[in-house]
C-alpha cells in the first residue's frame, strides 16, 4: 500500500501573538491632586490657650475666666447637641446641617457663618471698687 499524502489547510506562517499590555499608569485628575495635597496646618487653640487670650483681654482673674468659659462651652454644647441654632454676635450663626452616631458620641457637622472682618469692641476692664 502506498502512503498517503496529507495537506493541511493551515497556514506554516505564525499567527500573529498579542503580547500583554502594560497596565497604564493612573494618573489623577486635577480635582483629585488638589484633595490628595496636604492641606496647610491650621493652627489648634487649646482650651488653657482660649483662657489666657480672654484674661490679656478683659483683665479678669484666670480662675474667674475658666468658670465662665466652661460654663459657655457647656451651653454650647448643649444647644449643638440638641441641634439648635446659634446666633453669636461676634461670631456669627453657627447651624448643624448633619449629624451622625458613632462609638464615642455625636458627629454634628456645623456650618458658621462669620460676621465680617471688622473687629469687635474690646471688653473693658472692670472697674476697681475705690
Do not use: F, W, Y
Not at 465662665?68 to 449643638?80: C, E, F, K, M, Q
Not at 447651624?95 to 454634628?108: D, F, I, Q, Y
Amino acid at each position: 500500500m502506498a502512503a498517503k499524502e496529507t495537506r493541511t489547510t493551515r497556514s506554516t506562517t505564525k499567527a500573529a501573538t498579542t503580547k500583554p499590555v502594560a497596565a497604564k499608569k493612573r494618573t489623577a485628575k486635577p480635582s483629585e491632586t488638589a484633595t490628595q495635597k496636604a492641606e496647610p496646618v491650621r493652627p489648634e487653640v487649646s482650651k488653657k490657650e482660649l483662657i489666657e487670650r480672654i484674661v490679656q483681654d478683659c483683665g479678669l482673674k484666670k480662675r474667674d475666666v475658666r468658670h465662665v468659659l466652661d460654663a459657655t462651652l457647656r451651653v454650647l454644647s448643649g444647644a449643638i447637641n440638641d441641634g439648635a441654632e446659634i446666633s453669636a454676635a461676634p461670631l456669627g450663626k453657627i447651624k448643624v446641617v448633619r449629624e451622625k452616631e458613632t462609638p464615642n458620641g455625636k458627629l454634628a457637622i456645623c456650618r458658621v457663618k462669620l460676621k465680617s472682618a471688622t473687629t469687635a469692641p474690646r471688653a473693658t476692664p472692670p472697674l476697681d471698687d475705690a
